[in-house]
């Protein structure tokens, strides 16, 4: 595992590519399907390939090497994992959603594909995500592993904070608990989804997927928190979306909340509770502690 | 199996009242989960249990039965399409689609709880679909039920026949065989992993899976130019729907593009190819075959 340490990142980065050359296979499988519509196929692609980091692949990959498997085991896990993030990603700009019209600096998918299309197209990825993830786990393990997508994805996790993230603001500002009740089922269901996912994928045992998914839930709310502090501290252009739709999440904005010190301090005992639960696995963790960092380093602390 | 016979459409009714009372059941589970908000868990109950014919639980039950099982055993898997086809109707009615006002004579699901909530409902919806057929299948018939409905309801099944459907109209006519792709993938697909599902519950041989595809593939058909023939020759109070949506798909009524007598007979045709495809079934396929006769009834030939 020497190769793990300095040259971490490097690693991560053609783990990023394979995750591309994966998804991106995809998607060509998918536009020359018989019965997929042209325009459907690429209002997909179109909301799939436009970038990002590939936080819930890698992470998937990351599990699978902590518990001391191949990396590559999990990709398609952790792919599916990603179709699923595009869907949100298409819905939650929607114009009876946040209205976003930019994502990454490019047309949000509604404003490319018109707005019944971008539906369609999220739609159309979550069933796909499911149909990957049932070819990911081609045996007994793929039921556990698609309750535990759906758990994850559903009422009671992403879309369930979703529903509480867009509700009509009554103008008082939201405890903080109820801010990371939001961040934990928005971002963190999907991330604690990855590495049990990835962890899974490697065959690991139950310890290993609950302090995974232990590590997950932790740096997932830290995610938010420091997403939360860049949008505080950050400009439009370093985040690629406009603040016109961050305006509008002034309500459980962290550090509006909680103050700039505390939201980072906050990420940093979130941080410390993630690197914590990943001890037992020693160096083979190097992979996810360098995503910890990442996330670190958003935090500016 | 002698009570398959006269008490056909008893057997019918008591088999859908155990479908609304699993429907209930979840729709009670998930109110009570924690994470999941209470006004979205609302939606979800509304779109769901708004009344319906339950056809696509119904055959998965029949044919379950006509493989010689218990017809219970495929409950879960048909209730679990029965969640897929609640989404796509929530869906569907949004304004950017079909925009629609009412649904069964109550308010569609977006003008009750705005659209937002609609769209969280139906992806709601969607992923605890998945859950529940993980559940009814908790071992390695997982991951092939799931591949069935996912490809069934994705981006070449249902999704993209929608997608095909919403297109805005240049003006001319369709050909036949465009409406018949728009119904095979919108309607067909999902009654054909209705029966396929039922076969898998009760463990079916290939052959069985096979023949049972086939019938769904020319009952789902027929039900589609049932329905057209019905737009066609029925009124708005009848159908519980208004009109103007029937408008707006003109140039895709059957009927319409064939002349309704020709729509009846290309209908009773493809009635014909499911009673067919049942023969090797016997006596078992009694109520699948009474649901033929229903979609003939509709037919009105």
């Known amino acids: 595992m020497s190769e793990t340490g300095e040259a971490g990142p490097a690693r991560l980065e053609a783990w990023r590519e394979r995750v591309e050359g994966c998804l991106a296979g995809w998607m060509d499988a998918l536009a020359a399907r018989p019965g997929c519509p042209p325009d459907l196929a690429e209002a997909m692609r179109y909301a799939l390939l436009g970038g990002g980091k590939r936080l819930r692949p890698l992470l998937a990959m990351a599990a699978a090497e902590a518990t001391g498997a ?38 949000t998918c509604h404003r490319r594909f018109g707005e019944a299309l971008a539906i369609l197209a999220g739609d159309g990825l979550l069933s796909l995500a499911f149909e990957a993830l049932a070819r990911a786990f081609p045996d007994e393990r793929a039921a556990r592993a698609v309750g535990l997508l759906a758990a994850a994805a559903g009422p009671a996790g992403m879309v369930g904070g979703q529903a509480d993230d867009v509700r009509p603001w009554d103008g008082r500002a939201l405890p903080l608990a109820e801010v990371e009740s939001i961040h934990l089922r928005k971002t963190a269901c999907l991330l604690v989804a990855a590495l049990e996912l990835g962890a899974l994928a490697a065959r690991a045992g139950e310890p290993a997927l609950l302090a995974l998914g232990r590590a997950g839930r932790a740096l997932g709310l830290a995610f938010q928190v420091a997403d939360d502090v860049l949008s505080f501290t950050g400009d439009e252009a370093s985040l690629g979306r406009p ?21 980072r301090a906050r990420g940093q005992a979130l941080l410390a509770e993630a690197r914590a639960a990943l001890l ?3 160096e083979r963790a190097q992979a996810l502690l360098s995503i910890v960092d990442r996330v670190q380093a958003r935090l500016g602390a």
Request: charged share 25%.
């Open 70 to 107: 191949e990396p590559g085991l999990a990709l398609e896990a952790g792919c599916a994992l990603e179709l699923v993030h595009a869907y949100s990603l298409v819905h939650d700009d929607l114009p009876a959603m946040d209205d976003d019209d930019l994502r990454r600096g490019q047309p």
């Open 280 to 282: 037992p696995f020693g």
């Open 243 to 263: 603040t016109t739709s961050d305006q509008a999440r002034l309500r459980r904005l962290h550090p509006l909340l909680a103050g700039l010190p505390a939201s």
